[in-house]
């Protein structure tokens, strides 16, 4: 995916999300988008910063990167939701584009899957649309069924003796 990609992602995620977590439409849901939003879309594009520096899709679209980015929050009580905008990117450019990424860079081998377009096809923004109802879905799962996403990380963080 391109930068409009994932940024269309992040936007659509982050209203989703903002539902997922908080359900009833009124001001408390407009408050969660808005505290979302900005985390979820700087984590969508921290990925592409690689495109400045060593190898696009390579160095910084990995898991090693993502555990950083997972962990953040819990170590140091900030950078709440940029791991999701973050783990979204990898999504999108593994099953929406064609070319995939390096999951275990420094290994070179690039992971996709077969049903990816190109970035410049005109069906791009349709599939990010898919993939992002998908993510959505899966987000409201694990919400609801797994784990909270809207944790308490301070207290997650004292719990593992961070």
Not at 44 to 53: G, N, R, S
Request: glycine residues 8%; hydrophobic residues 50%; negative net charge.
């Amino acid at each position: 995916m391109n930068k409009k990609g994932h940024v269309l992602n992040a936007v659509l995620l982050s209203i989703g999300l903002g539902y997922v977590l908080e359900p009833s439409g009124d001001t408390v849901t407009f408050v969660k988008i808005a505290q979302i939003s900005i985390p979820i879309t700087l984590g969508a594009l921290f990925p592409d910063v690689d495109t400045e520096f060593g190898r696009h899709r390579k160095t910084l679209h990995n898991l090693a990167v993502l555990g950083v980015f997972v962990a953040y929050p819990l170590v140091f009580d900030n950078l709440h939701f940029v791991w999701v905008g973050v783990l979204t990117h990898y999504i999108l450019d593994l099953v929406g584009s064609k070319r995939g990424i390096a999951l275990f860079y420094p290994w070179d081998e690039e992971f996709a899957l077969p049903i990816g377009v190109a970035t410049t096809s005109k069906y791009a923004d349709l599939v990010t649309v898919l993939i992002t109802i998908a993510e959505v879905l899966a987000f409201a799962l694990v919400h609801y069924y797994v784990v909270s996403l809207d944790i308490d990380f301070t207290a997650l963080a004292t719990a593992f003796g961070l």
